[in-house]
T-cell receptor, first 110, second 110 residues
Framework: GQSLEQPSEVTAVEGAIVQINCTYQTSGFYGLSWYQQHDGGAPTFLSYNALDGLEETGRFSSFLSRSDSYGYLLLQELQMKDSASYFCAVRPSGNTPLVFGKGTRLSVIA | SAVISQKPSRDICQRGTSLTIQCQVDSQVTMMFWYRQQPGQSLTLIATANQGSEATYESGFVIDKFPISRPNLTFSTLTVSNMSPEDSSIYLC???????FGPGTRLTVL
């Protein structure tokens, strides 16, 4: 089967840094994606890692270690608007659909 | 990039009825994906819709319950048939390898 594990909830202070981890067990691996979803909104694509290492996009960075079947999303300089659910997703192969984790609900507090 | 619209944005339906959800993209795309997100849950792929061929359904989803049309490269419909309260979910379409999601259709079945 395919499974992704991520924490269900994380709370962090405005201005701080938070890391959301994702470990996966899938039949193959083609890439790890991250999505943000605000309450009542649609998922928004944040990042994609196919190779090991860190990808940085503004305040958000995503890391992948294929040997550890592990990745994380790093959010810096947290803002209240970052309060949302964050999903990791793996594509087991190039022509198979994404498998999503259950999501991490991030609450940013003042 | 792609801009996706969905109709209706929300609906409340009676048990046993059917609802057809439309998804319109502002550019031509080969594949369109239909997802379901049950309350407080992650995203689950229902089917992949290719223009000119039958949709490919994921395990647990059948054509009789979720018929899909894909008449051209910018449009698709998903019908939720013979609805029950368990079908209450957000239904989302997605394109370009799930980089872009539509705003979703929030369905409540009474």
């Amino acid at each position: 089967g395919q499974s992704l594990e991520q924490p269900s909830e994380v709370t962090a202070v405005e201005g701080a840094i938070v890391q959301i981890n994702c470990t996966y067990q899938t039949s193959g691996f083609y890439g790890l994606s991250w999505y943000q979803q605000h309450d009542g909104g649609a998922p928004t694509f944040l990042s994609y890692n196919a190779l090991d290492g860190l990808e940085e996009t503004g305040r958000f960075s995503s890391f992948l270690s294929r040997s550890d079947s592990y990745g994380y999303l790093l959010l810096q300089e947290l803002q209240m608007k970052d309060s949302a659910s964050y999903f990791c997703a793996v594509r087991p192969s190039g022509n198979t659909p994404l498998v999503f984790g259950k999501g991490t609900r991030l609450s940013v507090i003042a | 990039s792609a801009v996706i619209s969905q109709k209706p944005s929300r609906d409340i339906c009676q048990r046993g009825t059917s609802l057809t959800i439309q998804c319109q993209v502002d550019s031509q795309v080969t594949m369109m994906f239909w997802y379901r997100q049950q309350p407080g849950q992650s995203l689950t792929l229902i089917a992949t819709a290719n223009q000119g061929s039958e949709a490919t359904y994921e395990s647990g989803f059948v054509i009789d319950k979720f018929p899909i049309s894909r008449p051209n490269l910018t449009f698709s419909t998903l019908t939720v048939s013979n609805m029950s309260p368990e079908d209450s979910s957000i239904y989302l379409c997605s394109v370009l390898n799930e980089q872009f999601f539509g705003p979703g259709t929030r369905l409540t079945v009474l």
